[in-house]
């Protein structure tokens, strides 16, 4: 029998939303500008930081926390889809395919988050979100349709 990964996924997520956020800290602080992260006020320096930084650099890093934030908010949706699969005892091969997707594609969504600036280019990123989203949705319907059988 193939080794279960799918709860690892849950910490696997956890940690693609810190190193969003890591990426951020590090964005600032070694900015060349003479500014540090505020880890005693890490919520409400952005406007600080605004006047501080380049644009671009501000942008790309408050584009990474809000990667971070997203994978945090997700992160409740993802377990209990992971838990519901585990509970429903859906065959291993099925939760890992579920867990692989859903990382793939929050580490593509963090990266796209990232580095992408423009509307149009926007979209790209909301269709890599959907294939979460959709791994979640599949994964919470196989879960229903095993424990009601």
Do not use: C
């Not at 956890?14 to 956020?21: D, E, F, K």
């Not at 501080?52 to 997203?70: K, M, W």
């Amino acid at each position: 029998m193939p080794y279960n990964y799918s709860l690892l996924s849950i910490l696997g997520t956890w940690g693609i939303a810190m190193g969003s956020h890591m990426y951020a800290v590090a964005a600032v602080n070694t900015s060349g500008k003479n500014v540090a992260f505020d880890n005693a006020n890490p919520r409400n320096q952005w406007e600080g930081l605004r006047a501080r930084l380049p644009p671009d650099l501000f942008a790309r890093s408050q584009r990474a926390q809000a990667a971070s934030a997203n994978g945090l908010e997700i992160l409740g949706f993802w377990g209990l889809a992971v838990l519901a699969g585990n509970l429903a005892q859906l065959p291993t091969k099925s939760l890992n395919d579920h867990a692989l997707v859903f990382l793939g594609s929050r580490v593509l969504y963090s990266i796209l988050y990232i580095n992408i600036s423009t509307l149009k280019l926007s979209a790209l990123r909301s269709l890599v979100w959907s294939v979460g989203i959709a791994a979640i949705s599949n994964l919470l319907w196989r879960s229903t349709v095993a424990l009601n059988a």
